[in-house]
């Protein structure tokens, strides 16, 4: 591992320009911020204000499921529509509906007697938004910064800062302010968002730019513009399975979110308020933060030349986020494990983000995301809901002692694939389709004159040959 390792096949290229010299990647950096800072704040405020009405904890959980379940029906939906209309068309409007429904729940709890099914319902409709959001924001980075990692590392610094300072934010205005009052403080954070999206009209679309073939396929590229939505998905599946080391790590990670990231945080946040107190949790909680901002920091410098390895070996350290309630460490010792868990997480998240965005032909990426995001996301509220019963029948610890095992085992069948360890990095992202030697049948459509390719994307095809 290099921190300047941008030898391509065939010679040697400059370092991409930083992302602060886009004005395009300062205004998607203030808007993603933007709502980062919402979507912590929003958790916390919607807690609180259902636990006030009295709905008690179920309540919570209600209003918390009403929020997922469309994320998770629609998420895909959300990924063909980004390609078809562009990711800052889909974002600017999922944003100016969450703007509505915070302002709507502001009013509600301001006139008093507010119910759990409106609560529920206006929760429905931000998270629909937000499925139309998620999307695209893997296909805007490309578009607006040139040094696609490190404007990655800064996206990531900023959601861990957004982490840190939410809840406190939100917490903060309902002790002193009001509640009503943080909801129309979130709607101004989402308003803000789509400030700073609406200007990125002029982006390219995604359907402007065609979908090539898969290398060993018909090579040419194709014209999806009259393609229904049933075709698109296909198409967006079809990209997806085509390359082994993506699917290898998505499958592999739902496995991960079952075992792993679905009992560590609820039996590993009781084990700790249990160990150290709920302030002592709190300290552990901050130290974990501080640890993504580090390791967002380290995906600015460090420019592996496989970058799946590099974030694969970072996330071991993660692995002793479990082990350390389990085992019982000490405040100290807990502390530092938090930290350390935080950078490998952060810094893994880093080199696939960077990955997935500089290898995926921008023309179908936000369907390719919207696999990525449904396939890590699915299984990891069944992990949280099955953690509670298991550990009632064999033991917190020990339920985390078997998931901080199963992480060790799945990054070690990861670092196993040939497919993704062999994976290299790209500099610049992919114009046209990217190749794979297994791509399977190519979809039949009007095909259309391939554009001649820049010395750039000829050489990041090289690279990856």
């Known amino acids: 591992m290099t921190t300047d390792d941008t030898v391509a ?20 950096f203030t808007a993603r911020s933007a709502s980062l800072l919402a979507d912590g704040m929003l958790m916390v405020s ?3 204000s ?58 509600l709890f301001a006139g008093g007697g507010v119910r759990l099914w409106q609560i529920m319902a206006l929760m429905g409709v931000s998270g629909a938004a937000t499925a139309m ?26 959601e861990s800062m957004a982490t840190l300072i939410g809840p406190g934010l939100a917490g903060f205005l309902v002790a002193y302010w009001d509640l ?10 989402y308003a803000v968002s ?6 990125l009209r002029r982006l390219a679309a995604g359907g402007a730019e065609k979908s090539g073939e898969e290398e060993g396929g018909a090579g040419g590229a194709v014209d999806e513009t009259d393609d229904p939505m049933w075709r698109r998905l296909a198409t967006g599946w079809h990209e997806f399975r085509s390359r082994t080391w993506l699917w290898g790590v998505i499958s592999l990670w739902a496995v991960y979110g079952l075992f792993v990231f679905g009992p560590s945080l609820p039996l590993g946040a009781a084990l700790l ?3 150290h107190g709920a302030t002592g949790y709190g300290w552990i909680a901050s130290a974990d933060g501080l640890g993504t901002i580090i390791g967002g920091l380290l995906g600015m410098r460090v420019r592996p030349r496989r970058p799946l390895v590099a974030g694969v070996c970072a996330m071991f350290f993660f692995a002793l986020n479990p082990l350390a309630p389990a085992l019982g460490w000490n405040f100290t010792l807990t502390a530092v494990t938090g930290m350390v868990a935080g950078c490998g997480f952060a810094f893994w998240g880093v080199m696939w983000a960077t990955s997935v965005q500089s290898h995926i032909p921008l023309a179908v990426l936000s369907r390719v995301s919207a696999y990525d995001i449904a396939g890590s996301i699915m299984v990891i509220p069944l992990g949280r809901a099955l953690a509670g019963p298991v550990a009632e029948s064999f033991g917190a610890d020990r339920v985390l002692l078997f998931s901080s095992a199963v992480s060790f085992v799945l990054l070690g069948a990861m670092l196993c694939v040939p497919a993704i360890r062999g994976l290299t990095r790209l500099d610049h992202p992919k114009r046209d389709a990217a190749a794979d030697p297994d791509p399977g049948p190519p979809p039949t459509r009007k095909p259309v004159r391939e554009p001649e390719r820049g010395a750039d994307e000829e050489a990041s095809a090289a690279a990856e040959a």
């Open 9 to 28: 096949a065939g010679g040697t290229a400059a370092p991409p320009s930083s992302p602060w010299r886009s004005p395009r990647f300062r205004l998607f």
């Open 46 to 48: 919607v807690t609180t």
């Open 50 to 107: 259902v636990l006030g009405a009295g709905f008690g904890a179920t309540g919570v959980g209600y209003a918390l499921a009403a929020w997922m379940a469309p994320i998770v029906v629609l998420i895909l939906f959300g990924g063909v529509l980004a390609d078809r209309f562009t990711p800052q068309v889909m974002m600017v409007g999922a944003d100016a509906v969450r703007v509505v429904t915070m302002l709507v729940m502001a009013a």
């Open 133 to 158: 959001f998620q999307p695209g924001l893997a296909s805007i980075v490309p578009r607006v910064a040139e040094d696609i990692q490190r404007a990655n590392a800064l996206l990531r610094i900023s």
């Open 180 to 189: 009503a009052g943080s909801f129309v403080v979130i709607a101004a954070a």
């Open 194 to 199: 789509a400030g700073g999206l609406l200007p």
């Open 273 to 275: 308020t249990e160990q």
